[in-house]
């Protein structure tokens, strides 16, 4: 599903990444963790296309993302990629409804398209009834499930969350991952989520720790013998 092979990345004489390789299958729920500076916010937006690498390739769904070019590298990112972010960015003024039908309209569906997928997204939520409320009108946790549904709406293949559930409170924290955990058996949604969670890397298929922009394995565990 997505292959990451070699990838470098610096920032002036600052080398942020240094040399990744990563495999993540389809229907898997991955998570990126590590230190402040690590460089998992980077990974993140060179796997969303949001970045382009240094040197290394990326493959996401069989297609190179990385020798697209800039029109096709949009096209590619509104079809194939969905983003949910810490603070959810959906536009005030519009309501929830509409918010979610957004990308739909960019990726040239039709206003009934788009509509009839984003309600099936807010009943699939429990947020049927939040449909014409505009975001100051919502919740933390209504938001974040809205900015869920938004980067569902055109059916990608990955989705990848950037410290998702960072603002929420403990009670909403719990429902966002048990949603991505429905969405996955549901749907075999792919994630990768960059997150200081520990509860939820705890729970995700498969953890990825980042330290000085390589990927480690996690410092064993001992017990005392007895």
Same mark, same amino acid.
């Given at each position: 599903?997505?292959?990451?092979? *070699?990838?470098?990345?610096?920032?002036?004489?600052?080398?942020?990444?240094?040399?990744?390789?990563?495999?993540?299958?389809?229907?898997?729920?991955?998570?990126?963790?590590?230190?402040?500076?690590?460089?998992? !916010?980077?990974?993140?937006?060179?796997?969303?296309?949001? /970045?382009?690498?240094?040197?290394?390739?990326?493959?996401? /769904?069989?297609?190179?993302?990385?020798?697209?070019?800039?029109?096709?590298? $949009?096209?590619?990112?509104?079809?194939?990629?969905?983003?949910?972010?810490?603070?959810?960015?959906?536009?005030?003024?519009?309501? $929830?409804?509409?918010?979610?039908?957004?990308?739909?309209?960019? @990726?040239?569906?039709?206003?009934?398209? $788009? +509509?009839?997928?984003?309600?099936?997204?807010?009943?699939?939520?429990?947020?049927?009834?939040?449909?014409?409320?505009?975001?100051?009108?919502?919740?933390?946790?209504? +938001?974040?499930?809205?900015?869920? @549904?938004?980067?569902?709406? *055109?059916?990608?293949?990955?989705?990848? @969350?950037?410290?998702?559930?960072?603002?929420? /409170?403990?009670?909403?924290?719990?429902?966002?991952? +048990?949603?991505?955990?429905?969405?996955? /058996? +549901?749907?075999?949604? !792919?994630?990768?989520?960059? !997150?200081?969670?520990?509860?939820?890397?705890?729970?995700?298929?498969?953890?990825?720790?980042?330290?000085?922009?390589?990927?480690?394995?996690?410092?064993?565990?001992?017990?005392?013998?007895?």
């Amino acid at each position: 599903m997505i292959e990451v092979n *070699n990838i470098t990345k610096s920032f002036g004489s600052l080398q942020v990444l240094k040399g990744i390789d990563l495999h993540i299958n389809r229907g898997e729920v991955v998570s990126i963790v590590g230190p402040s500076g690590a460089g998992k !916010t980077t990974l993140l937006q060179i796997i969303g296309t949001l /970045d382009r690498p240094d040197s290394g390739s990326l493959c996401i /769904d069989g297609v190179d993302a990385i020798g697209l070019s800039q029109k096709a590298l $949009a096209d590619f990112r509104n079809r194939h990629l969905g983003f949910v972010f810490q603070f959810h960015q959906l536009l005030p003024e519009f309501t $929830a409804i509409e918010n979610i039908m957004i990308p739909a309209y960019i @990726a040239g569906a039709s206003r009934r398209q $788009a +509509k009839e997928r984003a309600h099936e997204l807010l009943q699939f939520m429990q947020l049927a009834d939040r449909a014409n409320h505009k975001p100051a009108e919502l919740s933390g946790g209504e +938001k974040q499930r809205i900015a869920v @549904a938004r980067a569902l709406v *055109n059916n990608p293949a990955v989705i990848l @969350a950037d410290e998702p559930s960072g603002s929420l /409170d403990t009670q909403n924290k719990q429902d966002l991952h +048990k949603l991505f955990f429905d969405l996955r /058996d +549901k749907f075999g949604q !792919t994630f990768v989520i960059v !997150t200081h969670d520990e509860q939820l890397a705890a729970i995700t298929d498969r953890t990825i720790h980042l330290k000085d922009g390589q990927i480690c394995l996690p410092l064993a565990t001992t017990t005392p013998s007895e």
